[in-house]
C-alpha cells in the first residue's frame, strides 16, 4: 500500500514539494504534522527516504485508526480530500492491486 501512496502521490520522486508544501515520497504537510516532522530533524528531513516513509506511514496508521480501519476514508484523509469527490483513493486501490498482481505473478 506504501508503494501505491508514493506512485500516486510524488511518482517516487524523494525531493519532490507540491504546490501546497507536501514533501518527499509521501507527500508529508509539515504544518499539519508539525510534531511528527519535529520528531525526525524538522521539514528538510521529509526529504530523506526513510523518515519520509516512517512519517507518511505513522499518519496513515492514525487515520486507519479514526477511521475504524475504513482505508478508503483513510485515503481520503490522507491526501486531504475527505469529504470531496475525488479519485484520489481509487487510483491508490489500482495501483495497489497492480503491483499485488505482480509480485504474485512474476
Keep these: 500500500m506504501i508503494l501505491a501512496i508514493i506512485a ?3 511518482t517516487f520522486q524523494e525531493r519532490a514539494v507540491s504546490r501546497v508544501g507536501a514533501r518527499g515520497l509521501m507527500q508529508v504537510m509539515p504544518g499539519p504534522h ?3 516532522v519535529k520528531e525526525i530533524g524538522g521539514s528538510r528531513a521529509l526529504f530523506d ?3 519520509n ?12 485508526n479514526n477511521h475504524s480501519g ?3 476514508r483513510a485515503l ?4 486531504g480530500s475527505l469529504g470531496t469527490r475525488s479519485s484520489y483513493a481509487d487510483r491508490v486501490m489500482r495501483i495497489y492491486r497492480d503491483l499485488q498482481r505482480a509480485t504474485t505473478t512474476g
Design 76 to 79: 481520503l484523509n490522507y491526501n
Design 49 to 51: 527516504p526513510a523518515k
Design 53 to 64: 516513509i516512517h512519517t507518511g506511514s505513522k499518519i496513515l496508521t492514525i487515520y486507519l
Design 8 to 10: 500516486v502521490e510524488s
Design 70 to 72: 475504513n482505508l478508503r
Design 34 to 36: 508539525r510534531e511528527k
